[in-house]
């Protein structure tokens, strides 16, 4: 018997932080930072450029969708050698907490619609979980 069709919902993340949101930006922009935490990245340019996570055995290829400085970004996420359709959409935001501080959201959308036994959302969302808290423990210490 075939698998239903899904639709996956976004994954969505937070953490907060005591750094202050410029500090916070930069752990999510600057390659040198988002080295310490995630993976080599390529800088974040403007909407069309190109982004580009290489983590050694395998590479996320992607384009910039849009920046808000020191706000929020997106960019398109799509493993090398995947099809074209298998595209999805991060968006990275950062807010300033009332009594100091930031908060630091994640958003993975696009899914494409898949079948129930299809992991790959789930997959994501446990290596986001773990990539959040390295960088809450950076940004801690």
């Known amino acids: ?28 922009t600057e390659p040198d930072r988002v080295a310490e935490w995630f993976t080599d990245a390529s800088p974040v340019g403007r909407a069309g450029e190109e982004y580009r996570l290489d983590f050694g055995d ?3 290829e992607g384009s910039i969708v849009e920046v808000e ?8 996420w799509r493993w090398d050698g995947a099809e ?6 991060v968006t990275w935001t950062v807010e300033p907490l009332p009594k100091g501080g930031s908060r630091i959201s994640l958003e993975h959308s696009g899914w494409p619609a898949t079948t129930s036994d299809d992991t790959s959302r789930e997959d994501h969302q446990g290596y986001w979980q773990a990539y959040l808290e390295d960088l809450a423990a950076l940004l801690a210490g």
Request: glycine share 2%; hydrophobic share 40%.
């Open 1 to 28: 018997m075939p698998s239903a069709t899904v639709h996956p919902t976004p994954i969505q993340l937070s953490i907060e932080t005591p750094a202050d949101p410029e500090v916070a930006w930069e752990a999510l």
């Open 58 to 60: 395998s590479v996320v």
């Open 69 to 76: 400085l020191g706000r929020r970004f997106s960019h398109t």
């Open 84 to 89: 074209e359709d298998d595209e999805t959409l």
